[in-house]
């Protein structure tokens, strides 16, 4: 769960918190992780103390049974006055007291092989809780999440957020996380990229590094320029427009002049310079219709409209210059207004 999330917009620079997680359940395995390692180290240190006991008993053990053997030795000594029996049972004794040394010799070893494996397996819990302490540690430490460089932040849509409209707001304070989220974006606006499509109908007459006016929707009141830097090689079908669908170029295109008003995702419109004519007489391209294939304009005379056919200089998307057929200050019609006069009147 997030419970700390930076305000969209907000200026950041590297290592600042962007993002901070609920590390509640990381912090209470971590308190039960520490105290079951201060558990495992005593247990590997009583492991170790008991087993240092065990040696030296076990080396007491030995050193006791090998006293024995030296002093039943002595006992065997064949003397003339000591009676034959006597010696037999001295020998007995040697006898017994060489099998108490080699059974004291087993034990020590079998002794050490048991502590050492005990004292090992404490180990091995010891390495383990460890590792899961360290594991939690490196977890909470990632539920900081810093600023890899300076940015602005952008904070993206939570997409199990969306109402019935389909519409999903921003991530915020108290939203729940999945792995592979995208929560936030700094995109570095030290320099800033526009996309657009371009007509194919004008990719002749584009070149790169052309020159470019850009005015945002957001901000009217300033135009911004750029330069084009990439121009895609292949047209693609945009089925978004028209049918039947259009074929556009990618365009790509630099700012020479971003300002700290410009955020990422903003809808712009731009305008390339491709020729200059001075003193064109223009007018809105849907103004222009073909009559018997010839391109005309309809010019409002009193209360109607009269046909006139026109002479295209130079054809663009939204407007078109024309060498004759009209005069500067006359009212033309955006399409043929008789058509739709005559429509009504059936």
Known sequence: QIIKLVKNGTSVRAGDVVIEFDPTAYAR?????RAELKQAEAETEQARAQGRISEEASATNLLRARFDVNRAKLDVVDRDFVARIELERAKLALSDAEQRLKEADKKRVAEAASVAANIAGRVRRQERVQQ??????????????????????NLMAN????????????????????PGA??????????????????????????????ATVHLDAVPERPYHSTVSRISLLARVDFASTWPPARDFDLELSMADPDARLKPGMTATLRIIVA????????????????????????????????????IARRGREQMALASGVEPGERIALGNPLRKVGAGSR
């Open 159 to 178: 997409s199990r957020s969306g109402s019935m409209s389909g519409n999903s707001q921003d991530f915020r304070e108290g939203d729940r996380a999945w």
């Open 29 to 33: 395995a971590q308190t039960d992780r």
């Open 276 to 311: 200059r004519h001075p003193n064109a007489l223009v007018v809105p391209a849907q103004a222009v219709t073909l009559v018997n294939g010839q391109p005309t304009v309809y010019v409002q005379t009193g209360s109607g409209f009269v046909a006139r056919t026109v002479v």
């Open 132 to 153: 899961d302490l360290e594991r939690i540690e490196r977890a909470l430490a990632s539920f900081e999440v810093r600023a890899p460089s300076a940015g602005t932040a």
């Open 182 to 211: 995208s929560i936030v974006e700094l995109p570095d606006l030290s320099s800033v990229h526009l996309t657009a499509r371009l007509d194919e109908s004008d990719r002749g007459r584009v070149n790169v590094d052309q020159p």
